[in-house]
């Protein structure tokens, strides 16, 4: 059906449009707003490295929006875990480009909780759209004078005939000498499509609780609760299943129908994390795939798991998301 006869300007079915918040710490940022027309509502922070902001899903949140809410990247704090106070989380916060985890101190270098990536905006950023979908590409600088020379290639493909992003970045080093590569996506379920009755769906070889306090309570991993107080937070790192180099999780809520899986490349991202947080308004559960653990650079390191990019070299993956009604697409990854 050609339906260019029945409306008046195209974004009156789907589009994109710029935004700018106006107060709080988040006055000055600039917003995409995306629709696809099918019910997928995107929003996109071009200051934060034009991570996933929102995702709204046939009038369903998807995503968790920590306290913090939005905050500009003049109010990033690098030191230790200064990061918390600007963590938006969000549907999709990118962690890197060279230092994912905990705080620590690898070979010299002091690194902060996660990297710096997602507090840098984009140096350049357009949109294309066609029949077919909405294009997003962007451009964000990671460098320092006599440290890494990074540059991240962003693009994201929205679908417009079915409920589905892609994710493709590229990381090229653009420096002279080599340097370590350390991506981790970290994507955030929240409140309805998380509750406890949510349905969790990690296929995999083997899991490993993160430490002593994850191990006691690694039989229920995949069992969501009511939010607690008090609740310390469980991660598990997963050797996912794979046909052809791609893995896939999902998560589905039967009291809302609404899921989603995700898809990646794990021939990059090779590695996969569960964070389990159930606490009272701190209740996210995070499914990242990366190419190294949250463990921080130096552990990294010691147990040969640390990427590196040589000068002239591009770090590339490929993450698919596909919302879903339909239980049954969760349950048979």
């Known amino acids: 059906m050609n339906i260019a006869s029945y409306i008046g300007h195209d974004s009156q079915i789907c589009g994109v449009e710029e935004h ?24 996109l922070s071009a200051d934060r490295a034009m991570d ?40 999709m916060t990118t ?28 140096e350049h950023y357009y949109y294309t759209e066609n029949d077919n979908e909405i294009k997003i590409y962007a451009e964000v600088r990671d460098a320092a004078i006599f440290n890494r020379q990074l540059l991240l290639h962003r693009t994201y493909t929205i679908s417009k005939s079915e409920n589905l992003i892609q994710i493709e970045d590229s990381v090229e080093n653009i420096g002279s000498a080599k340097s370590p590569c350390m991506l981790l996506y970290h994507i955030n379920m929240g409140y309805p ?19 002593k306090h994850a ?59 569960q964070w389990k947080m159930m606490g009272k308004r701190e209740y996210v559960l ?16 010691r147990d040969g798991i640390l990427k590196f990019i040589e000068s002239g070299d591009c770090y590339n993956t490929n993450i698919k998301i596909k919302f879903t009604q339909n239980q049954e697409e969760v349950k048979c990854l």
């Open 95 to 122: 962690c890197g480009l060279t230092a994912v985890g905990s705080p620590c101190t690898d070979e010299g270098e002091a690194l902060p909780l996660h990297g710096t990536v997602s507090n840098i905006p984009c």
């Open 286 to 301: 995070g499914l990242e795939p990366g190419n190294c653990t949250p463990d921080g650079r130096d552990i990294n390191r």
């Open 20 to 43: 700018m918040l106006t107060k709080g710490k988040g006055k000055g940022m600039t917003l995409l707003e995306i629709r696809n027309g099918k019910g997928l509502n995107i929003t």
């Open 215 to 273: 191990l006691e309570d690694i039989d229920n991993r995949l069992v969501m609760e009511k939010p607690q107080q008090g609740y310390e937070e469980r991660c598990y790192f997963y050797d996912v299943k794979a046909k052809e180099n791609t893995a896939a999780v999902g998560i589905f809520n039967p009291d809302i129908k609404r899921g989603l899986v995700i898809k990646y490349d794990k021939s990059t991202l090779d590695c996969f994390t």
């Open 193 to 211: 499509l998380l509750s406890e009755n949510a349905i969790i769906n990690i296929p995999h070889d083997s899991v490993k609780a993160r430490n």
């Open 52 to 91: 996933i902001s929102r995702i709204e899903c046939t009038g369903a949140n998807i995503g968790y929006f920590s306290p913090c809410g939005y905050v500009a990247p003049q109010y990033y704090d690098k030191d230790g875990n200064g990061f918390l106070k600007s963590f938006t989380a969000g549907f």
